[in-house]
């Protein structure tokens, strides 16, 4: 499974958001894709994650209410929105898909994306 974000870069406070994760390779064996953030100086953190088959979502809860993660099967894209940003949302944003089987759960990750919120 290879994953390639895209949609980071500088945005003043107040403006949108809009993260995408495509997904490639054995996207079939998906279970669950999701974002994660690393702030600097910070340990990596679960923003959200949503399902590939009911597309259940959860949501830490440090951002529930804030953001909003969906999903595009049709081209096994994920996104991530988030309107009013702040600029304590600057961070590397990483895309997440897990593999679970009978016997193991691997993770796969992106190269992650910088967003960064100006004052």
């Known amino acids: 499974v290879q994953l390639v974000e895209s949609g980071g870069g500088l945005v003043q406070a107040g403006g949108s958001l809009r993260l995408s994760c495509a997904a490639s390779g054995s996207t079939n064996s998906i279970d669950a894709m999701g974002w994660y953030r690393q702030a600097p100086g910070e340990q990596r953190e679960l923003v959200a994650t949503i399902s590939t088959g009911g597309g259940s979502t959860n949501y830490a809860d440090s951002v529930k209410g804030r953001f909003t993660i969906s999903r595009n099967n049709a081209n096994n894209t994920i996104y991530l929105q988030r309107n009013s940003l702040k600029p304590e949302y600057t961070a590397v944003y990483y895309c997440?898909?897990?593999?679970?089987?009978?016997?193991?759960?691997?993770?796969?990750w992106g190269q992650g994306t910088q967003v960064t919120v100006s004052s």
């Open positions: 997440n898909a897990m593999v679970a089987a009978i016997y193991y759960v691997r993770d796969y």
